[in-house]
């Protein structure tokens, strides 16, 4: 055991920090944050985030931190596999994992003047594909450089649909749901064979503003949705969170300070997942 007078427990200079779907409002809030703690990251995303990824890269690298850009996709093992290589020639190694990659498709939910007959399967089938087997894949190529040295944290994104459904995200809750279920599973898969030095835990955030649900929560006049109001209403703190409200709970757990703690879906929501009436 190390003295805990003599260490700053949430210090994670040096560590390479790795992001799947990094380029969103909150993916570029998150690898911001860790760079400006002394982490190397690497921002991973689609071929299409490229110019945004770069862009992020060397506004971190101006701020004289360390990060890399590189293009993926979540869903193909062999792309996968060639990042890791490159990751490794960068940095050496992998301490923290981000499963952050993820979304949800119109056709996949239901909205208030269809029924569940009108729901497209197929578009079910993708965003669970996305959400949960793009939390897989990464975690199965990258997660082996943890278990070859004994150690490393990997966080999922959770939903608030992970613990209970709601209504208009019929295939993306599911898909959540079953990240939580993975995220509880693979604690202990790891932990196990490989030894207390792996971790998996999760955030699941409450409701921001971002790209994706934009038109759901707002009007084209910037006013709020009906949806918005019942979100709201139903949220203690009265108001949507924002995305640097996530990174202090991301630190802890990605850093020594949460040492003891995996199999956890961490909830950041403003209390949204408390409140009943």
């Known amino acids: 055991m190390f003295d805990i007078t003599m260490k700053d427990l949430f210090d994670i200079k040096g560590r390479v920090v790795v992001m799947t779907g990094a ?134 994104f959770c939903s608030e649909t992970s613990f209970r459904p709601l209504t208009r995200v019929a295939g993306y809750g599911c898909a959540k749901a079953a990240v939580a279920s993975w995220t509880k599973y693979l604690c202990g898969e790891l932990a196990m064979k490989f030894g207390d030095g792996l971790r998996v835990n999760a955030i699941a955030p409450g409701f921001l503003l971002t790209n994706q649900n934009r038109s759901l929560l707002t009007n084209p006049d910037g006013s709020l949705t009906e949806r918005s109001h019942k979100i709201l209403g139903h949220t203690p703190f009265g108001r949507f969170l924002e995305p640097d409200e996530l990174v202090g709970t991301l630190h802890w757990l990605a850093s020594d300070a949460s040492a003891g703690v995996t199999g956890t879906i961490n909830l950041v929501d403003g209390g949204f997942e408390s409140f009943s009436i």
């Open 23 to 156: 380029c969103g409002v909150l993916g570029e809030t998150i690898v911001k944050y860790f760079a400006a703690q002394g982490a190397k990251v690497v921002l991973m995303d689609l071929a299409r985030a490229a110019e945004t990824g770069k862009r992020i890269v060397g506004e971190i690298k101006d701020a004289g931190e360390e990060a890399m850009f590189l293009e993926t996709d979540v869903l193909d093992k062999v792309v996968l596999e060639k990042n890791l290589a490159d990751i490794l020639a960068a940095y050496g190694t992998i301490d923290v994992l981000l499963n952050a990659a993820g979304g949800n498709m119109a056709a996949a939910t239901v909205p208030p003047d269809r029924t569940i007959f009108d729901l497209d399967v197929e578009a079910v089938r993708k965003v669970v594909d996305l959400n949960l087997f793009g939390t897989i894949y990464p975690t199965v190529v990258f997660a082996k450089v943890m278990t070859d040295k004994g150690k490393g944290s990997i966080i999922n």
